[in-house]
């Protein structure tokens, strides 16, 4: 094999060029004043629109902040199962969610069995703290996670190693919600990015079908997909066959995330200079290499904002299975107001559950903010 | 095995590029007519003329970064047809470097190096990262090899992305402009690295405005206007004595200034 290109040869570069050593020494850019009531003078009372706008806003606070902390803190009453005391009480009814947090965590799952969504859950928050670790993204990961959703579905459903069975009707609250978004998750990715390749694929055919499912989910509102699998869809099956009812809303909004997550790696795909494509190409890699090695990890690094901005719409968006009977969070922490003696206590059940969905939501923005920082490699210097 | 040797006796087998009576349009604009040229192995050809005169077209055409639609292109023997293995074959033997260097900005210089000996060539990571320093010295920047494109000047970008085509071993170099997005005193740095190529013996096919690096190097000169070649002869030549009238023309705005 003799190429003429092989033989090694000497190249000529110029060497560096010593940098010049009798400068000035650089000047200190200018320094701000630090005293506090410098500060306070120059952006708090520096006009007198500026000086009204800052009175009332001490003002809204005035009336707002303290009246919230006693009504929080200092009058509620934290525990004992009378709700009663509740009533004769000033301020919050934490005692509510003492009593009531196992059925708005868990739902109708079997009291007694209850440690087992408790365990599922634990393993499922732990595996999803440990990927969002980007050194651990390595095959070993996706074995962790068949053995995390084997585990979780041993523990949920029970029948076997002595465990009692609990049918899925009977699952809800916090591990219903993050069923449905964590497998929504992980199932709509995937087939988001391969809807958003096949839409600028070069086969029309394949470009079609795509084009053709997203434009027709993302006409629909979530209700109505939802609404379709759970009443329409088994019209259309044989008799005699019947698709469970959990299955049918997690694929509906698998179906419905991914057509959205679809548009937001598109245009982390577009962004991608042609230059990318082009010098792939030169060096002989195939479609796939090009797309999975130099394409993806930067449209998605592009499209990191929409995608998490998709993620938290859709955990939130789970709450929607109300509509076709299933208890998520939102509809135990509604459902939990039933009970006739606690029934005026709602606002508290409805902070309870907002404060877990927002703690997720919030972990998802704080974490997407974090990996953009960390997959930052200086080549948009700003 | 080069596919040249299977092919045996054929009648290019001296020549490393050959382009028969190329025709391309863009819709209805004529970017190459009837364009012919031969490049033998380890020629040096230095293509020039205006712009929008069909020069990266044409080298873009010989690694089927476009596509031609009439004529033959045949590279090291293999003709360029819309067969894959056709254009994987070619590609393999021919590395390409860019006006705007097209570096992968979300990899490592060293990775940016790698990636092709690796995936396509599939050779052992530890081998591949030895050559990749190899050539990363010969362009004179071994200690850049930990970071990425982004943290580097233009110059030593332009230096890498002549080090990763070198990386596949290839047989012929093609050269899309390489110093015109370059700041002046870069410019020098990136030559000079291409001239030690030369000397090496590659075959290259170069288009640039530096005249001075083509007096240098360039075995042949061709000049384009309007999509097709005006003009071919040996630099001293096609310096001196330019026979066409549009090619007198393009000097005389570009030499002096």
Not at chain 1, 103 to 116: A, C, N, S
Request: proline fraction near 7%.
């Amino acid at each position: 094999m003799a190429r003429s290109g092989e033989t090694p040869g000497q190249i000529i570069a110029r060497e560096e060029e010593p940098k010049d050593v009798s400068l000035p020494p650089p000047k200190a850019p200018p320094t701000s004043p630090v005293l506090a009531v410098d500060w306070v003078r120059q952006h708090l009372f520096s006009s007198v629109p500026n000086t009204l706008l800052t009175l009332l806003c001490f003002w809204l606070l005035w009336e707002t902040v303290p009246p919230l902390i006693d009504w929080a803190l200092i009058g509620a009453v934290w525990s004992g199962g009378d709700p009663q005391l509740c009533r004769d009480a000033d301020g919050a009814c934490w005692a509510f969610i003492t009593e009531k947090h196992r059925f708005i965590l868990f739902g109708l799952y079997p009291f007694d069995e209850q440690w087992r969504p408790r365990l599922a859950m634990a393993l499922f928050v732990g595996t999803l703290l440990v990927s969002s670790y980007p050194p651990f993204w390595r095959p070993w990961l996706g074995l962790l996670w068949v053995a995390v959703f084997t585990s979780c579905g041993i523990l949920m459903w029970g029948g076997v190693f002595g465990l009692t069975p609990v049918d899925n009707t009977r699952w809800g609250g916090v591990p219903l919600t993050l069923i449905l978004a964590v497998v929504g998750l992980v199932c709509a990715f995937p087939l988001s990015i391969l809807l958003a390749l096949g839409r600028r694929s070069d086969l029309p055919a394949i470009r079609m079908v795509c084009v053709g499912f997203i434009e027709l989910i993302r006409g629909v509102p979530l209700i109505s997909v939802l609404f379709m699998a759970s009443v329409m869809f088994p019209l259309f099956l044989p008799e005699g066959v019947t698709i469970d009812k959990l299955l049918r809303a997690q694929v509906g909004i698998i179906l419905f995330t991914a057509a959205y997550l679809a548009e937001a790696v598109r245009g982390g795909l577009q962004s991608i200079p042609r230059g990318q494509f082009e010098a792939a190409d030169a060096m002989g890699l195939s479609y796939w290499k090009k797309t999975l090695l130099i394409i993806l990890p930067q449209a998605l690094k592009v499209a990191i904002p929409p995608i998490v901005n998709q993620f938290i719409s859709m955990f939130k968006d789970t709450s929607l299975v109300i509509i076709i009977g299933l208890f998520d969070l939102l509809t135990t922490a509604k459902t939990a107001l039933a009970d006739p003696p606690w029934r005026a206590f709602y606002i508290e059940s409805y902070l309870f559950a907002a404060m877990i969905y927002w703690a997720f939501c919030f972990f998802m923005s704080r974490y997407s903010q974090y990996l953009e920082r960390r997959l930052e490699t200086g080549h948009k210097r700003s | 095995m080069t596919p040249g040797d299977t092919l045996g006796d054929t009648p290019n087998s001296g020549a490393a590029i050959t382009l028969e009576s190329v025709h391309k349009w863009y819709g209805a604009f004529h970017v190459l007519q009837d364009i012919n040229l031969t490049v033998q192995r380890g020629e040096r050809v230095v293509v020039c003329g205006p712009s929008g005169s069909g020069k990266s077209t044409m080298i873009r055409c010989v690694n089927r970064l476009e596509e031609h639609q009439e004529g033959k292109i045949i590279v090291n023997g293999i003709e360029l047809t819309n067969d894959v293995k056709a254009i994987e074959g070619i590609r393999r033997e021919v590395g390409m470097v860019f006006q705007s260097f097209n570096l992968f900005p979300h990899l490592t210089v060293l990775e940016n190096l790698t990636l092709s000996p690796i995936w396509v060539q599939k050779r052992p990571k530890k081998e591949a990262e030895q050559a990749a320093m190899e050539y990363l010295e010969r362009v004179h920047i071994p200690e850049q090899a930990k970071k990425y494109p982004g943290q580097l000047s233009g110059g030593q970008q332009q230096r890498v992305a002549i080090a990763r085509a070198l990386c596949m071993k290839p047989s012929i170099m093609l050269f899309d402009e390489p110093t015109s997005a370059l700041d002046p005193e870069m410019i020098k740095e990136v030559l000079d690295v291409m001239v030690g190529l030369a000397e090496a013996g590659m075959t290259m096919i170069c288009v640039t405005h530096e005249m001075g690096f083509a007096k240098t190097v360039a075995n042949n000169m061709v000049f384009m206007d309007e999509g097709s070649i005006v003009e071919m002869a040996p630099p001293k030549e096609f310096f001196t004595n330019p026979k066409s009238e549009r090619t007198q023309k393009f000097l005389s705005q570009i030499l002096t200034h």
